[in-house]
């Protein structure tokens, strides 16, 4: 069963999202459902929460400070953040931290639901990939970490054998034996999988995706996207807002 930390300075929004969403029907349990980000961080910090949906401004400390200061504790938490303001600033650092959803107020049950359904389709794909790395070698889950934090640049498989010391031929033949993918095929999955994220943010420009997570032109995002995902980009956004699958 997951567990949910949701905080809100507005009581009787912190409330609505307790109870307009059925939780253990999901699979969730509510720990907390607190009004300030210093008892937010003492919460975060004693129940690790799965899932936490916040307010970006709170007294004390801000949502985005919050998870900021206790960000070592949840690695793994799926953030939804909520605001009443519409801030560019807002939505960047949200982003930065990888948050799942951004929910403007006043937003609707269907949107709330969207946006948390989003967040435990997320906890199931890291379960499952974590199942899946446990049977990596250590070389390559060091290997994974390390393109996890570059695969948004043009790193080429030289690049990333010559930081690991090996050969380039020697490297393609390990990560082809332990994950049954080509170099090209793992770049592709690792950038596809944070551009279905963005895509997510109904603002931000199909262009300016493909270009954050690594691709110069569009044409060739597109075709990756279209490669992997069997829609297009523009295809799987509006997907995503009807709150399909």
């Known amino acids: 069963m997951y567990s949910v930390l949701i905080l809100d300075d507005n009581k009787p929004i ?5 109870h307009t969403i059925a ?3 999901l ?22 929460p799965d899932l936490i949906i916040t307010d970006v401004e709170m007294p004390g400390l801000s949502g985005i400070q919050m998870v900021e200061l206790a ?11 909520i605001s009443a303001y519409d801030k560019f600033s807002y939505a ?52 994974l970490d390390y393109l996890e934090n570059m695969v948004y640049d043009s790193v080429t ?19 082809q034996k332990e994950t049954n993918m080509r170099y090209v095929e793992l770049v592709a999955k690792m950038r596809i999988r944070r551009a279905k994220e963005l895509l997510a943010v109904p603002y931000l420009n199909i262009s300016d995706i493909a270009e954050r997570v690594g691709y110069s032109d569009y044409l060739t995002f597109y ?16 997907k995503l807002s009807s709150g399909e699958d």
């Open 92 to 143: 960047h650092q949200a982003l930065k931290l990888k948050a799942c959803d951004y929910l403007l107020k006043p937003f609707t049950r269907s949107e709330l639901r969207s946006a948390v359904d989003k967040a435990l389709a997320e906890l199931e794909r890291d379960l499952l990939s974590e199942n899946e790395e446990n049977n990596y070698s250590l070389t390559m889950k060091s290997i």
């Open 27 to 48: 699979g969730c349990r509510v720990v907390a459902v607190l009004h300030d980000g210093i008892s937010g961080r003492e919460a975060i910090e004693r129940f690790k």
């Open 223 to 238: 075709k990756v996207f279209v490669r992997n995902e069997k829609v297009s980009p523009s295809e799987f956004r509006k």
């Open 23 to 25: 939780w253990e029907e």
């Open 14 to 18: 912190a409330a609505h999202i307790q």
């Open 157 to 175: 498989l030289e690049m990333v054998a010559d930081h690991f010391q090996m050969s380039p031929s020697k490297l393609g033949r390990l990560i």
């Open 71 to 81: 960000r070592n504790c949840i690695p793994n938490s799926k953030l939804i953040f």
